[in-house]
């Protein structure tokens, strides 16, 4: 995770209870990505700590071309909008993502995984997010759910497709650890009302088109998030517009995030940085072409 932080950052207040955070630009494999989280002065989203926004850019066969690397203490949710991906992970999971699934591996105490090309040569657009796990699950087993089907919404004025959590009384069979929520919706022009949980915060990122929700303008690029307490969100569009919705009840603890690795304290990012240096086992094995990523360790570690 380099973040370079190639734009100034600019929290823009738009009226009340909406704020517009600024992406950063910065590198992942192959391409350059929109990175919305975490940002100066906005962390999290509920349990969601890490939206890149992929593309769309034209990829070659590589693919994504990122090699096996180390998780801990979170879940990697992977959506696709365009282009293929192919997941492989320490657990032998092999599995090739589209435009329409859902690709869910849960790290809890240690897993690796690779993003690389199915021969697929085009336009590759998509997210990745991470989802924080809480104490309760954090240091359990990892796992890893594709889900090749998601269930859908009717809107007025176009659908939603629900990948975690529950929206309008339609829920995702998606493992979930907290209390948390993210929808793709698709939209033709057109204002549109939605439901959301007053006990969730929010955040709209706006994958193609351009939006206007209760006053302020939202285009790729730019988040807009909204505090606790709405029970409905309307967004007004003028074109085709692919948006994801994330919300979440607040995550109540202290979390720590450097490279790859969500925990709590500095030790356990210590720990595990050089358990997956030294190969200790603990990441397992990705059965990959592509060499392991090594980075130098952290730099408080002074020993
Ligand atoms: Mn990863």
């Given at each position: 995770m380099t973040d370079p932080?190639?734009?100034?950052?600019?929290?823009?207040?738009?009226s009340a209870g909406i704020t517009v955070i600024e992406s950063a630009l910065s590198r992942v494999g192959e391409i350059t990505v929109r990175r919305t989280l975490p940002r100066r002065g906005r962390r999290m989203i509920g349990a969601w700590c890490f939206i890149d926004h992929m593309g769309p850019a034209d990829v070659g066969e590589e693919g994504l071309g990122v090699a096996p690397h180390p998780h801990i203490g979170l879940q990697t949710v992977t959506w696709l909008l365009a282009g293929e991906v192919l997941h492989r992970d320490s657990l032998g999971s092999e599995q090739v993502i589209v435009p329409g699934q859902l690709n869910l591996m849960t790290a809890g105490r240690g897993v690796s995984h690779s993003e690389e090309g199915t021969g697929y040569r085009g336009e590759i657009h998509g997210v990745q997010l991470w989802v924080a796990q809480p104490d309760r699950t954090r240091n359990g087993q990892p796992a890893f759910e594709h889900h090749a089907e998601l269930p859908q919404v009717d809107l007025n004025s176009g659908s939603a497709t629900v990948l975690i959590g529950e929206f309008a009384g339609v829920e995702s069979p998606a493992r979930r650890d907290s209390d948390h929520v993210g929808v793709d919706l698709d939209l033709r022009s057109g204002t549109l009302t939605i439901p959301v949980r007053p006990e969730h915060e929010h955040g709209l990122v706006v994958l193609s088109g351009s939006v206007h929700v209760d006053g302020t303008d939202v285009e790729p690029g730019r988040m807009a998030t909204f505090d606790l307490g709405r029970d409905e969100l309307t967004i007004a569009t003028n074109e085709p517009t692919r948006v994801l919705l994330v919300g979440g009840v607040p995550f109540d603890e202290e979390v720590r995030m450097w490279w790859n690795y969500v925990a709590r304290t500095r030790e356990e990012i210590v720990i595990a940085h050089r358990e997956w240096t030294e190969d200790s086992g603990?990441?397992?094995?990705?059965?990959?072409?592509?060499?392991?990523?090594?980075?130098n360790p952290p730099p408080w570690n002074t020993q």
């Open positions: 932080s190639l734009h100034a950052e600019h929290q823009r207040p738009g603990r990441f397992g094995r990705v059965k990959s072409q592509l060499p392991r990523i090594l980075v």
